[in-house]
């Protein structure tokens, strides 16, 4: 996993609530798909439409998004993270996340940064006076967003979160540390509770 | 006082990570043919084992046909998937269940039916509606394939646990009302955000009256309101139902089990981070008219006007007008199916509306698609299939088939659809599909008809 420490680009305001997952990708192009590749069905849906915020030519392969409430909801496709990816994003900003995709995101070096509504709508008019040329910044270190015009907005994150991305750290590895607790869990549980283990004994 | 939730997280924690964060020991593995198939890849190629075998289960749901005779080969896309799920299961000595044998199906309907997961057990699938198995009491949640190849190779998951909601029904449910009412009913409440962060503990007499397979479809939409997991405390309708099932504990484990599951519930006076109560005897059937499963309506309202420029795209995608009564409106295709509402209660709830001679409306298409193999069987044993194909339903194969559209399959562009599925979303049923979600009798109701109808009135 590429670690991520600061990162300064533009970005593309998308403040819609409630992007599901079924929207960043459809399913059919997950089927026997690899991780890669995938940027080009990216919104496929909905990119076409005259509305769509991310046609314009000023967000393309902009590093930061700017959601809306509940972003990431609905099914738990991982290939929705390898599709932003794929277009270049490494950071979302939104009020709320949904569960499962919160989680896919810090799997593959994707910081998803919860800010309140208003702070976001701020972040995107600054952006919308020179949409292309404005930069923001994401400093994970200092847990801040700056905007275009130096406004450091403070976010929070989990330690073992931030560690785990400023570190690009595998976390396989780190719970593979852990076997002997893990082993001393389940000799205690197969006394606890036999019923668990004995019905599916091969 | 502890809440349910605590009495089915805390005794898996193995280690306690700080910030709310856990190492969650997960006692039962779900895989599929898409994100189960590459993840039972990854783990080895990243050069781990898989950690226990003999907690993972396997069976191709989502890149299948549901065409009748069909085979692995049937749907193309679906054939490299599947054949790498069979050759990962081989070589790691998981459980696979294969097209044809009792056993196979979608995952949220063999899990549970073949006595898998358990009251009391965590369980985890590569899949956001794993929180359907929260019917039989689990705490069952939807994961990503890297989270999925982590418990995997370690039979453990990070996790934070999330805050505790209670949705009580209280009441009794009128007639022609099910599962699948309450929890859309619910989701039009509360908002398809309105879940986010919380495990969902069902309550009340509504709840309690309901048969395994109603709190299955109940557990189902958790996710469609934000919720990663939903759960009912498992209670005697439960253990009557799992007794006898293949993987359902046995003689003296069996008596030890239901010790253990009789203390699954929420201590009276126990503090929830948040509350909601719906009486059941208000709840009408409800039908979805826009592209999120918030956007619903009882049968006997009128298409609303649109509040939001959401809304207003969600009606145009839709081909509706506001202002017109919702019931009426003509369908082209009807799905009696998914992970939702396939099981042979809900099917037996299609069949009731098919009097002799009733006939599929002209121009209408119709699929029943049973959730396994098992629950297929079943059906034909009852004379059920007879009773759909001579009506003019489709009778089809196992899998998630048309709710999902990954198997080739799809309601084409522009047609109205009836289903008992679980998302509306834009192009979920095929590119254009306009999807109206509801219940099985519901959905048989407007076969029957041509047009959304009300079941009550049938």
């Known amino acids: ?202 | 006082m502890a809440t349910l939730l605590d009495r089915l997280w805390d005794p898996h924690v193995v280690a306690d990570l700080g910030e709310g964060w856990s190492l969650l020991h997960i006692d039962r593995v779900l895989l599929h043919d898409l994100s189960g198939a590459r993840a039972l890849t990854e783990v080895g190629e990243k050069g781990h084992a898989v950690a226990r075998p003999d907690l993972v289960f396997a069976t191709p749901d989502h890149a299948v046909s549901s065409a009748p005779g069909r085979t692995s080969e049937t749907f193309a896309g679906g054939a490299r998937p599947i054949a790498g799920l069979r050759q990962r299961a081989k070589e790691t000595g998981v459980r696979l269940f294969d097209l044809g044998q009792p056993g196979h199906g979608i995952v949220h309907v063999m899990g549970p039916e073949l006595g898998i997961v358990l009251p009391g057990v965590t369980l985890v699938c590569g899949d956001s509606h794993t929180c359907t198995n929260g019917g039989v009491g689990a705490l069952a949640f939807g994961i990503g394939a890297s989270e999925l190849t982590h418990v995997l190779a370690t039979q453990t998951l990070m996790q934070r646990k999330p805050r505790a909601m209670r949705l009580t029904y209280e009441g009794v449910l009128p007639k022609g009302v099910t599962a699948k009412d309450m929890i859309l009913a619910a989701i039009g409440k509360l908002g398809t955000a309105g879940g986010t962060g919380y495990a969902v503990e069902y309550a009340g007499s509504a709840v309690r009256a309901l048969g395994v397979e109603a709190r299955l479809t109940l557990c189902n939409l958790s996710i469609e309101m934000g919720a990663k997991m939903g759960f009912v405390a498992p209670d005697e309708t439960v253990f009557q139902w799992l007794a006898g099932r293949r993987f359902a504990p046995k003689g003296a484990h069996w008596d030890a089990a239901l010790r253990d599951w009789q203390g699954l519930r929420s201590d009276v006076g126990a503090r929830f981070d948040a509350e909601h109560a719906i009486d059941a005897a208000t709840i009408a059937p409800q039908i979805t008219w826009g592209t999120s499963p918030e956007q619903v309506l009882p049968v006997t309202a009128t298409i609303p006007a649109p509040a939001t420029p959401g809304d207003r795209a969600a009606l145009d995608y839709m081909g509706l007008e506001p202002g017109r009564p919702i019931a009426g409106t003509k369908v082209d295709w009807v799905f009696i199916g998914s992970c939702t509402n396939s099981r042979i209660s809900d099917l037996r709830d299609a069949a009731v509306l098919l009097r002799p001679g009733a006939k599929v409306a002209p121009g209408v298409t119709a699929w029943v698609v049973p959730g396994s193999e098992i629950v297929k069987r079943e059906a034909e044993a009852e004379g059920l299939h007879r009773r759909f194909l001579d009506a003019g339903f489709e009778w089809r194969e196992p899998g998630c088939a048309l709710c999902v559209a990954a198997n080739g399959e799809a309601v084409p562009p522009g047609a109205r659809c009836v289903s008992t599925s679980n998302r509306n979303f834009v192009g979920r049923q095929g590119t254009g599909a306009r999807t109206h979600l509801a219940s099985p009798a519901m959905a048989a109701a407007a076969a029957l008809t041509g047009a959304i109808t009300d079941v009550r009135a049938f």
């Not at chain 1, 496709?77 to 996340?97: D, N, Y």
């Not at chain 1, 972040?123 to 275009?148: C, K, Y």
């Not at chain 1, 396989?172 to 019923?195: G, H, S, V, Y």
Request: net charge neutral.
């Open chain 1, 1 to 202: 996993m590429d670690p991520f420490t600061t990162l300064t680009g533009v970005a593309a305001p998308l403040l819609r609530a409630n992007i599901v997952t079924d929207m960043i990708i459809p399913i059919q192009h997950l089927v026997g798909a690899t991780r890669q590749g995938l940027g080009q069905h990216a919104f496929e849906r909905f990119r076409d439409h005259p509305d769509w915020p991310l046609a314009r030519a000023a967000y393309k392969g902009a590093p930061i998004l700017l959601a809306g409430e509940n972003f990431g909801c609905g099914s738990s496709r991982e290939g929705a993270v390898w599709t932003l990816q794929g277009i270049g994003v490494r950071c979302v900003i939104a009020p709320s996340f949904g569960d499962i995709f919160f989680n896919n995101c810090f799997q593959n070096g994707v910081l998803p940064v919860r800010l309140p509504e208003d702070a976001i709508r701020r972040i995107a008019a600054e952006v919308e006076e020179s949409p292309g040329n404005a930069r923001v910044t994401v400093d994970l270190e200092r847990q801040v967003v700056v905007t275009p015009r130096g406004e450091a907005i403070p976010f929070a994150v989990d330690a073992r979160k931030k560690s785990a991305l400023i570190e690009g750290l595998d976390e396989i590895a780190l719970t593979k540390k852990r076997a002997e607790e893990i082993a001393a869990w389940q000799a205690r549980d197969k006394q606890a509770r036999p019923w668990a283990w004995e019905s599916v004994a091969p």
